[in-house]
């Protein structure tokens, strides 16, 4: 009877480990709806706003956030907009503005704040690409957050690259498609058939010492290019 109750006792201990596993959190993405006050205060800039909060469990515990220009099928410009552990990054701010500049072509800017898990916001340099060959074209773009007509969380993996914000832009050469967000991999096609698409790009890592050495090798890279 006492080798019954142990081996039953057994088997519940390892049925409650094996659930325990599979309750595991997962990382997570989501896009937090605009209320009609925040639209309005954003429209005051011209701003199309974007927010993404973020839960990275033990899963993902580093990240790496890269801006990257592509023109006509080619990787024109990237930059590293940041990087770090899973503590460091708790919610995303994207602006984005689309206007005319001094000489009267269209520009695009954009504005990226990142806050930390203990409240401390952090902001990126802007990124700000003008078009001069469509100063007297018509110009036409469309922009998009990712997670943004979603209310429920998106479970990101470590070793992926994801979309989180992307405006795909048409310079009258027949070369629109419409980008979407999400894993890179799925719209490195769309990507590379497009006019032009600019995008914010996020590469996540089991920890956050291989996303710094990521991003120390990149940073490299981009150098020995100037």
């Known amino acids: 009877m006492q080798y019954v109750a142990r081996k039953l006792l057994f088997f519940c201990c390892i049925l409650t480990l094996c659930l325990t596993g ?30 993404l909060e973020f839960s990275l469990q033990e899963d993902v515990q580093g990240y790496l956030l890269q801006r990257e220009i592509w023109k006509y099928g080619e990787l024109a410009e990237e930059s590293i907009a940041a990087y770090g552990g899973a503590d460091s990054l708790e919610a995303l701010y994207i602006g984005h503005k689309q206007e005319k500049n001094s000489e009267g072509a269209p520009e695009i800017t954009w504005e990226l704040l990142r806050v930390r898990k203990d409240g401390y916001g952090k902001g990126s340099p802007f990124l700000r690409v003008a078009f001069p060959e469509c100063k007297d074209k018509e110009f036409s773009w469309s922009s998009q957050f990712w997670g943004q007509n979603r ?7 470590a070793g992926k690259s994801y979309i989180l914000a ?6 009258g050469n027949d070369g629109w498609m419409d980008v979407g967000c999400g894993e890179y991999a799925e719209q490195e096609q769309n ?3 497009s006019d032009c698409v600019i995008l914010l790009r ?20 981009n150098r020995a290019k100037l």
């Open 22 to 51: 599979c309750a595991a959190k997962q990382s997570t993405v989501q896009g937090v709806q605009l209320s009609d006050r925040e639209e309005k205060i954003a429209a005051l800039g011209n701003y199309m706003v974007g927010i």
């Open 151 to 157: 209310t429920e969380p998106i479970v990101l993996e």
């Open 166 to 171: 992307v405006e795909s832009i048409d310079l």
């Open 191 to 193: 990507i590379k058939d």
């Open 202 to 221: 996020m590469d996540t890592f089991a920890t956050a010492k291989e996303a710094k050495a990521e991003a120390e090798t990149r940073e490299q890279e």
